[in-house]
């Protein structure tokens, strides 16, 4: 992200509005538009000057439409949007749609999906998402909560250890990245459970009838392999964690999140 349009985002979160038009004459432009649509928890059709366009909210990602908490997080994008609304863009996405910061209601739309537990921080957005997840996370709100889609697992299972950096080049050593998962009680089907990043892509589900056994440890590495008692394969395409900074997340069979892991690079 450019440096100016940081800053006055990072302006607009600590004041509740919009970055002012005349903070820096090289900052982007500020556009106010309508919401015509709202897509899911993390983007939405704009009508801006009689063009309508699809836009993402940067630094954030929402549940996907068939994940835990899904229409929540629409829902709660749709709470917070007033009829009006102001954007701070920043260029485009793979799929043509617009990346932007939303303003509506006096408030940084992308910030406070993150502090209602709507959204996750991406590990590229500023500080202060960071912040509002952790704070989320703590209260255990939104998506964050032990019982978000379903009763709390019983079971004492968690993020033991994450290796996200495998020697030399990621894609020539897959299996150097993994997950290291321990059961601190008894015996745990983790049959149907998830592991997941920070993206909206990267998913690996537990075999079923997987048993991890009471104080014991499973790997699960990216590449491929043979499966076993204390090692699973992703077999991803491609290196799934990234070097930079991600995030790891437990989920039981409802998509609970039992742990999170957050690393940065």
Known sequence: MLKTLTALVFLAAA???APPADADPTAPEERSGAVVAVLDGDSVRVAVDGVTTEVRLLGIN?????EC????ARSALQNLLEEEITLVEDGADQFGRTLAHLYSGGRHINLALVEEG???ALATAQPAFASAEQAAFEDRVGLWSPTACGPE????????????DAPGPDDEYPNGEFVVVSNEGPDAD???WWIRDESSTHRFRFPDGFVLVAGGLVIIRSGCGQDGDSDLYWCA???VWNNDGDMVLLLDTYG??????????
């Open 118 to 120: 709507a959204a996750i």
């Open 153 to 164: 697992t019983p079971l004492e299972v968690f993020i033991e250890h994450v290796s996200f």
């Open 62 to 66: 929402a549940p996907e439409i068939d």
């Open 15 to 17: 004041c509740g509005s």
């Open 256 to 265: 609970n999140v039992v742990d999170r892991w957050r690393y940065a690079g």
């Open 237 to 239: 395409n491609g290196p």
């Open 69 to 72: 908490w899904a229409n929540e």
């Open 190 to 192: 983790l049959g149907g």
